[in-house]
């Protein structure tokens, strides 16, 4: 029995599996939202995406929280001085 050998081969297997990630549509970064959260803000790029729950372990970006993004290109709007 090369019991060492095994332990390596299920941790690698654990770590492969994605379960309770997504991937940021913007930055490609895979983050992890909290269980059964209905938006998600990427840490790495700060994009705020709302989230549907495809099975418990299973989160899927439904689109972009408009929002918070509408507020964002406005106030940068704001700093160019408007239309
Ligand atoms: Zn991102």
Redesign the pocket.
């Given at each position: 029995m090369t019991g060492s050998h095994n332990k390596t081969l299920a941790e690698k297997s654990i770590k492969g599996r994605t379960t309770g990630q997504f991937r940021?549509?913007?930055?490609?970064?895979r983050?992890i939202p909290p269980k059964n959260a209905t938006e998600y803000t990427?840490?790495?790029?700060?994009?705020a995406w709302r989230i549907w729950w495809f099975s418990p372990n299973e989160p899927r970006i439904r689109g972009p929280v408009w929002e918070k993004h509408e507020k964002l290109s406005r106030e940068k709007m704001a700093e160019k001085g408007g239309a």
């Open positions: 940021c549509l913007y930055c490609f970064e983050v990427c840490t790495k790029c700060g994009y």
